[in-house]
């Protein structure tokens, strides 16, 4: 048996949830080779080598890999997939546009999304946006899975010596072309491993009234999130969104804003280990999930709040 | 062009999820079923594009047991011209259903098949990638902007570190994200009217498809729960119980 994981990264450098993958992959086996496709992606193959839980880097290097398509990687990872048991990538929306095409390919009942391995055939993953979790077993030859990234602890990064084998490509798929990405660049921490989320919801009225909230992430040196309510409604854009369709996220602390508390929003921030809901319905299904509910407005309880945080001098970063 | 939409028929989003005490799955009798969210933003897409007079035909198929075909009428009462109900019956897996459509594709010979991009009862989100692999036919999954040219499609994806931009060549299958685009309601004359439309039946044995899981269920059970939180009576309060209390800041 041995795992062959897809790295997701940015010819550069890992993508931080391949770490939380690779956790995943080294529970299901030891021998564990990592896959990097790309272009000039010789730094994220070091990157790679150096995880010590990776025994093998495979690096696929190619102009026609410089951007992911799913449609470009997927007869390359099929070329060297044969000697493999099980194919794992994060069940992120990298992840998710992959792993379907390659195990449909293989003839494989893919497993999507998993919270814990129980054993190499048997996974946890949660159904009905997280309101019943299912143990389930694959009986095909070999298995496609991914993996919930904030569900496994990121692997160590450091230290490792694997060794790198250039792979083969495959041919380049000419029906789809990369356009363009618009990707939003934050200093602030990223919404998926941020130790502290603050998100808003449709209470927040607009867009600009965001701000309340950034001046309280700027202090906490949190990850903005937002319900989909919110996203719809046009005050922030949709890489934010929290939820069963949008991002799981596990902080230390969630803080929702304004978010009544739909079970698709419970769906991506439950497992959080501390949660704080402040609305000024009472009766808003967000308190039943909330450590410390504020029944309040928000207008005037985020004002008072970045105050006494502004009191504190002991803020953790 | 012609467009195929699939569409799947769940437990609606509205209804709080119950176990079932065997552990054998979640409790689907009596519950309000309806047709998988972002499904109704694949017909909604697909008929804005053939009133738009890019389209000639919308065709609603799904795959399941004999009250699936609700949702393909419910399709038909808001625009899409026939349907088609696969009969199979049992626990069907993206793969199964994947195969199922790509029997169907092959005789009716869409430009394009919309579908949701996942469902909210297994949230696997497989079904459009792996058609599209079994076709190999180009894929845009999370689709919230469609641009219809000549030949191919401007397609928008929500991806995680914002939106991406790819072109597609038809044929192609899309799946669709909530933001496509705002699913209209049906009239009450259109659902009488979409009981006159045809819809063909056909089964899943009749394809060749065999749809028997692979995967074994084993339980399913309630996830944990958390404990009760309290009410904190003022944001002082709620600062010093996280401060000293929760210790997170």
């Given at each position: 048996m041995s795992v062959l994981l897809i790295a997701e990264h940015n010819n550069k450098e890992l993508k931080p949830f391949t770490l939380n993958a690779i956790t995943a992959a080294s529970q299901i086996d030891q021998e564990l080779h990592i896959l990097v496709i790309g272009y000039n992606a010789d730094n994220a193959a070091k990157a790679a080598s150096s995880?010590?839980?990776?025994?093998k880097v495979i690096h696929i290097d190619n102009s026609i890999y410089e951007n992911y398509l799913a449609e470009n990687f997927t007869p390359a990872i099929i070329k060297h997939a044969e000697n493999y048991s099980h194919i794992i990538c994060s069940a992120n929306t990298f992840g998710k546009n992959l792993m379907p095409r390659i195990a449909a390919l293989m003839d494989c009942s893919q497993i999507s999304d998993i919270i814990k391995v129980v054993s190499p055939d048997t996974f946890l993953r949660p159904i009905y946006a997280g309101n019943a979790f299912a143990t389930v077993k694959s009986n095909d030859k070999k298995k496609c899975v991914t993996i919930r990234p904030t569900s496994f602890d990121a692997a160590p990064s450091d230290g490792g010596t694997a060794e790198i084998i250039k792979g083969d490509g495959a041919d380049e798929f000419t029906l789809t072309k990369f356009v363009k990405k618009e990707e939003i660049k934050s200093d602030r921490p990223e919404l998926g491993t941020a130790r502290i989320v603050i998100s808003g919801g449709r209470g927040m009225q607009s867009g600009d009234n965001f701000k309340l909230i950034t001046a309280i992430a700027d202090k906490l040196n949190a990850a903005i999130g937002a319900s989909r309510a919110a996203v719809d409604a046009g005050y922030i854009t949709n890489d934010h969104q929290v939820g069963q369709t949008g991002k799981v996220v596990v902080p230390d602390l969630y803080i929702a804003v304004g978010i009544s508390g739909a079970i698709q929003h419970l769906a991506g921030m439950k497992e959080s280990k501390v949660i704080v809901a402040i609305n000024k319905d009472g009766e808003a299904p967000i308190f039943s999930v909330a450590d410390y509910g504020l029944e309040a407005d928000l207008f005037e309880a985020l004002p008072q709040f970045l105050e006494e945080l502004n009191k504190l001098n002991t803020i953790q970063k | 062009m012609k467009i195929l939409v699939a569409v799947k028929r769940v437990i609606d989003y509205n209804v709080q999820i119950r176990v079932k005490e065997d552990g054998s799955g979640v409790v689907t009798d009596n519950v309000k079923m309806s047709t998988n969210p972002p499904d109704d933003n694949a017909v909604e897409e697909a008929v804005k594009i053939k009133e738009a007079g890019k389209a000639t035909e919308v065709v609603a198929i799904t795959v399941g047991e004999e009250k699936a075909q609700e949702t393909v009428r419910k399709a038909l009462a808001v625009g899409a011209d026939r349907g088609i109900h696969v009969k199979a019956e049992g626990i069907l897996e993206p793969l199964a259903v994947s195969k199922i459509l790509q029997k169907v594709v092959e005789k009716e010979k869409p430009d394009l098949v919309f579908m949701g991009?996942?469902?909210?009862?297994?949230?696997?989100?497989?079904t459009g990638q792996m058609l599209a692999a079994l076709l190999n036919w180009p894929q845009a999954t999370f689709a919230s902007k469609i641009d219809v040219k000549d030949k191919s499609l401007e397609v928008t994806r929500e991806v995680d570190e914002g939106l991406e931009t790819i072109s597609v060549n038809v044929p192609a299958i899309i799946t669709c994200d909530l933001r496509l685009n705002e699913p209209r309601y049906a009239s009450l004359p259109n659902i009488m009217k979409a009981k006159k439309k045809p819809l063909e039946q056909l089964s899943a044995t009749d394809l060749g498809?065999?749809?028997?899981?692979?995967?074994?269920?084993?339980k399913v059970e309630e996830p944990p729960k958390r404990k009760a939180g309290i009410k904190v009576g003022s944001v002082s309060e709620l600062v010093q119980k996280l401060k000293n209390e929760a210790k997170v800041i």
């Open positions: 995880v010590p839980l990776v025994k | 991009k996942q469902a909210i009862d297994d949230d696997c989100n497989q498809i065999d749809t028997k899981p692979r995967i074994e269920q084993i």
